[in-house]
């Protein structure tokens, strides 16, 4: 996209607020008003000393408090409205960012990192307010005063005024060469600070890992590198900019120069003019020199304007996360897989011949390495990954055909990295769809989670804020959390990926129970790496490799001596020696 569709775009958010846009017009129009009026004000005056005008010497004060008067009514009355159009812009676009950012796949996701996409929200939705208003501030309040300066001079002596048009082309070509070079360099500046956004969330949220094996250094190290890119990014906008500006200004100097000296000489001017009228014609000229350097210098927030709303949209035009799905309808809970297949992006074969039926109400646990599959094959169940090939059906309907907002209403999950807000316990128990829920659902929830003990402990119960991330609770109290809340969905699917994992034994003793409870007429998907803690699922599914290689119940798969055999000794093994 071009720099001019990209500014024409950014020029539609505008629309809604045409009405501020011509109360700006108007306020900008006065304050123009008066500095022409400026200009007309010093013949006034030497007019009035030339003919001994004592009335009119009289009244010239009083005209110098009406038009400071007016020029303050003007500027205020412009700067409000332009500023109520570029925060209500900045406002509207980091809406639609932040919109699209919730819909997008999980895909994009794993291709940006997190740093980058709030610097695009925060960084560069405020860099965009420069191009649609800030700069529109300057072209409307300085181009205004320049056309209202030209027309003033023009009416004076308009041969004389044409000497300043000569360099138009010169200046223009000027600012187009100095235009792509800024917007290049805004373009760096915007990935540097992303780089630097990303380095900052990293080390916040890997403050422990930090800390305990003293990060310090290579963090400090890591961002310095970074602020310091941005940095040189930024000088070299900054000489861009510095050298532009003064070399238009140089060219209007000679213009300006050339001007003066013909006017000087009466007989070009013309014989008729008065004393006033020359010294006013000079003053206008003179004050075309603060309009013209603002014109030039608001380039260089165009262009970094430009840059960011190209990145901005970028995001915008992303297509949301693929929704074909038009079946909105309860679950039974029976899954089947017929020859699933799953490759990345890269043709890595991630699952390969995948065939297997989980009956509605049935507990299924997920065994295997790292890397075989497991984790994979949830992410397919809840959509955050497709299908490469086979079908995946739910109570013999394709998945596809479900809506995602069906399908995922109908599955809960409680997983090993519990994901909390800065929020209350209420509120992330009773979190987005479940915010409906009574109190007395919420309490009973917290109850079958062992969870109701620590939060009435808490300074204010359930309306305890619990920090970025719950980092005011133990790990274990997180994850009670996290069950609460899957309960209190209360999904006809329920996916546990190692959901007792950071809980003591006594806890575990107890939210397995309530899990149990909670697994009872729901189909159930375990993922789990402690093979004592799935014994009494109805089957269990070993993987490897991205294949199903055994299944059976705990004591067929004991028998058959294969892989699971091997897991479980190895796991024996392991508590054993951990216990002497």
Not at 527 to 543: F, G, N, W
């Amino acid at each position: 996209m071009s720099g001019f569709a990209v500014y024409h775009r950014l020029l539609t958010y505008l629309k809604p607020y045409w009405w501020a846009g011509l109360l700006a017009l108007l306020g900008n129009i006065i304050a123009a008003a008066t500095e022409v009026s400026s200009a007309r004000l010093i013949q006034y005056i030497i007019d009035a000393i030339n003919q001994q005008d004592q009335h009119a010497k009289n009244l010239f004060p009083l005209l110098i408090i009406i038009l400071i008067f007016f020029r303050g009514v003007g500027s205020f009355v412009g700067g409000y409205y332009i500023s109520v159009i570029a925060r209500s812009v900045v406002h509207n676009l980091r809406v639609e960012v932040f919109d699209r950012l919730l819909t997008l796949s999980p895909e994009y996701y794993l291709a940006h990192a997190s740093g980058y996409l709030s610097s695009k929200i925060i960084y560069d939705v405020e860099q965009v307010a420069f191009a649609s208003t800030e700069a529109a501030k300057t072209i409307l309040k300085e181009g205004l005063t320049v056309i209202g300066l030209l027309g003033y001079m023009f009416w004076i002596n308009w041969r004389l005024s044409l000497m300043l048009i000569i360099i138009a082309p010169l200046v223009g070509f000027l600012v187009r060469k100095a235009s792509k070079r800024m917007r290049k360099l805004a373009h760096q500046m915007q990935n540097a600070m992303g780089e630097v956004s990303h380095i900052v969330n990293e080390s916040i949220n890997g403050y422990t890992v930090v800390k305990n094996y003293g990060g310090q250094a290579y963090e400090r190290e890591r961002f310095r590198r970074a602020s310091a890119e941005n940095l040189k990014r930024g000088l070299k906008m900054v000489v861009t900019s510095g050298l532009n500006s003064p070399i238009i200004q140089l060219l209007m100097a000679f213009v300006m120069a050339a001007v003066v000296w013909i006017a000087l000489r009466p007989e070009i001017l013309g014989a008729t003019t008065s004393a006033g009228a020359f010294v006013s014609f000079i003053g206008a000229a003179a004050m075309l020199s603060k309009p013209l350097r603002a014109l030039t210098d608001v380039n260089e927030k165009i262009q970094r304007g430009i840059s960011a709303a190209h990145s901005v949209f970028e995001m915008i035009d992303t297509p949301p996360e693929e929704d074909q799905g038009k079946l909105v309808k309860p679950l039974v809970g029976q899954i089947t897989f017929e020859h699933v297949g799953f490759s990345y992006s890269d043709n890595t074969a991630a699952l390969t011949d995948i065939n297997l039926t989980i009956n509605a109400g049935e507990t299924v646990a997920l065994v295997g390495r790292s890397g075989a599959g497991k984790t994979t094959l949830i992410n397919l169940l809840m959509r955050f990954q497709n299908i490469s090939s086979g079908q995946l059906l739910l109570d013999g309907v394709p998945i596809k055909d479900f809506t995602l907002e069906s399908l995922r209403s109908q599955i809960a999950t409680v997983g090993q990295q519990v994901i909390l807000f800065d929020q209350t316990v209420r509120e992330n128990i009773a979190y987005g769809q479940l915010s409906n829920k009574s109190d007395a659902e919420v309490r009973a929830a917290a109850k079958d989670a062992f969870a109701d003990q620590f939060i009435d402990a808490l300074p204010q119960g359930f309306d305890t804020l619990i920090g970025a991330s719950g980092m005011s609770l133990s790990g274990g109290q997180r994850q009670r959390l996290a069950i609460a809340r899957a309960l209190l969905k209360d999904a006809p699917i329920l996916i546990l990926d190692e959901a007792t994992s950071a809980l003591d034994n006594e806890s575990e003793h107890y939210i397995q129970q309530a899990l149990t409870h909670a697994m009872h007429g729901r189909t159930t998907l375990v993922i789990a790496h402690r093979l004592s803690t799935i014994e009494q699922a109805d089957r269990i599914v070993v993987m490897d490799k991205g294949r199903i290689v055994e299944q059976g119940t705990h004591a067929d798969l004991l028998a058959q001596n294969g892989l699971y055999a091997q897991l479980h000794q190895r796991e024996f093994v392991d508590v054993v020696t951990s216990n002497d």
